[in-house]
């Protein structure tokens, strides 16, 4: 199975660096970046859809990864839009790795 990204599907909603959300301030020890969200879709677990949003640093920002079809969104649309509620899992990155991972890509 091969996936593509569909460029075309969000030119509006292309993530880019203002999008990301400015962390709380807080201690260092205990910040963090909001790194993927899976969401389900259905009556239980056992029935319904999974979708993913996962940020890339090496693939450009937020892409949603439904089946075989790999979509480009933005920051705003994971943490406000239709998926926001039914967040299943959620991964967070330490903050000073994400610096790192940024200044790598």
Not at 58 to 87: C, F, K, L
Request: aromatic share 10%; glycine share 8%.
């Amino acid at each position: 199975d091969q996936m593509e990204v569909d460029d075309n599907e969000n030119n509006n909603n292309m993530m880019v660096e203002q999008d990301m959300p400015t962390p709380t301030p807080g201690l260092p020890e205990h910040t963090y970046q909001l790194q993927s969200v899976v969401s389900h879709h259905g009556n239980s677990a056992s029935f319904g859809h999974y979708v993913a949003d996962v940020f890339r640093f090496d693939g450009g920002g937020w892409h949603r990864y439904d089946d075989t079809r790999v979509i480009r969104t933005d920051a705003r649309t994971v943490m406000t839009g239709p998926n926001s509620s039914n967040g299943y899992i959620l991964t967070y990155l330490y903050q000073p790795l994400w610096e790192g991972c940024k200044a790598e890509k």
